[in-house]
């Protein structure tokens, strides 16, 4: 009898050689990424990191897909040879993630530990460059060959048409009445077609240059800015931003100023805030000593929309092994929150599933990366599109919103096209 197949958790462990250097500061980040099959960029307002080549990966499923990473990233870290002369976090060994919204998603998840990374933190630039099995070291100057930009695009519904997602809302809400939540996510999808294949480079470079207050990121065929952190650890310190509660941006400065006030006034608004963050508080409680929740949220302004923003700090203790939970693990047990779920959340969550009809895959899942030292930034896949692996000319968007008891089925909708503007920005010829 043949031996049976490895499992996706059996992922081999190889051994890494790591050298992190110091260099000049090298400009735009984006500018430096080659045409490459495997690129990851995390970038916010110039600073982060872009990489490319694959030294190592695993692919997981199920609900222990992002413990599972976590687990093989710490064997992969404890075999290897790690010189890091900058000893900063996003330096030294690093690999970059992205996971899927629902336990059960074909889409499962994926952590990436590339060749070569360049980065910029606080005034410090480096080089990261990883060997796996002694191969040969990959080039640090790749192909720079122009950006592909977007051509002719055209969109087309997704799982359901407009209409259908309006009598979507029009039932969860009559869900909500009932007494069945108190809030449900829906989310809805677009196809995007280009005439040419599609460049992930160029798209995550409008992203973050139209976003720079946002995280743009390039991640296993995800693209997109987000503007929600769910976890960032540097070392004892944890921190998250909780969005819920938005309004489109008109353009005119005092009109925007005035829907500002409103949205910091509107009950329905705050009613889906506070869930969001105590959601969030309640999940974060097991880890920390110690936590600093604002009572009340600031509104954040974006160039198309306004959200109502808590910003959450926590200090970690340690387990009961002595060891403070890594930022995957973190990610792992605040994914999802009532922000992409709604509330009470194990409740909502299964009604989304029977309400919205489509797989999420990655989107509203946790996207970003977990260095050496466990530190890390795990935002939620937010405003973005997922590549279609069958077909490069092709990209899915996606959006969503919080739905209560209050909710319009029209205004829901109208928030779902403020939040797809930036992906249609990017895709823009």
């Known amino acids: 009898m043949s031996a049976p197949a490895p499992t996706r958790q059996a992922a081999r462990v190889p051994t890494l050689q790591v050298r992190t250097h110091a260099v000049a500061d090298p400009g735009d980040l984006l ?100 060997d796996p099995d002694g191969a040969a070291p990959l080039a640090i100057d790749g192909d720079r060959a122009p950006l592909a930009l977007p051509t002719d695009v055209t969109y087309s519904p997704g799982a359901v048409t407009p209409q259908e997602w309006k009598a979507k809302v029009a039932d969860a809400v009559a869900r909500i009445r009932a007494g069945e939540a108190a809030k449900i996510v829906l989310a809805r999808d677009v196809w995007a077609t280009s005439s040419s294949p599609l460049d992930p ?65 509107s009950s329905k608004d705050l009613e889906e805030h506070e869930f969001a963050v105590e959601s969030l508080a309640r999940a974060l409680a097991p880890f920390v000593e110690s936590a600093n929740v604002p009572e009340v949220p600031s509104v954040l302004h974006l160039p198309n929309v306004m959200h109502l923003a808590t910003d959450v700090t926590a200090v970690l203790q340690r387990g009961a092994d002595g060891a403070r939970p890594s930022a995957l693990r973190l990610a792992a047990a605040l994914h999802p929150t009532a922000a992409v779920g709604g509330t009470p959340t194990a409740d909502a969550v299964r009604l989304v599933g029977e309400i919205e009809g489509m797989d999420r895959g990655r989107y509203a899942g946790p996207v970003g990366w977990i260095g050496s030292e466990g ?48 992906m249609r920005q990017a895709l823009l010829g």
Not at 81 to 101: H, M, R, Y
Not at 205 to 227: K, M
Not at 385 to 407: H, K, N, Q, T
């Open 31 to 130: 500018d430096l990424i080659p045409a490459n099959d495997s690129v990851s960029t995390w970038v916010r307002r110039g600073d982060g990191m872009v990489a490319w080549g694959e030294a190592a990966r695993i692919d997981t499923a199920g609900a222990t897909r992002m413990l599972d990473a976590d687990a093989w990233f710490g064997r992969l870290r404890e075999g290897a040879d790690i010189s890091d002369d900058v000893d900063l976090p996003g330096t030294g060994l690093i690999a970059f993630g992205s996971f899927s919204f629902d336990d059960d998603a074909p889409a499962g998840g994926a952590l990436i530990v590339p060749r070569v990374v360049v980065g910029r933190r606080a005034g410090h630039a480096w080089i990261t460059t990883i």
């Open 201 to 265: 480079r160029a798209l995550v470079t409008r992203f973050s240059h139209a976003y720079p207050t946002t995280w743009a990121f390039a991640v296993d065929g995800l693209v997109g800015a987000t503007p929600e952190m769910l976890i960032r650890r540097e070392r004892r310190m944890v921190a998250s931003r909780v969005l819920a509660g938005t309004i489109r941006r008109t353009g005119d400065d005092e009109r925007d100023l005035a829907h500002a006030a409103a949205l910091a006034r």
């Open 375 to 422: 530190d890390g930034e795990w935002c939620i896949a937010l405003r973005c599109g997922a590549l279609d692996p069958a077909d490069p000319r092709r990209i899915r968007l996606f959006a969503g919103c919080g739905i209560v008891a209050a909710s319009d089925p029209g205004a829901e909708l109208d928030e779902t096209e403020a939040k797809l503007e930036p």
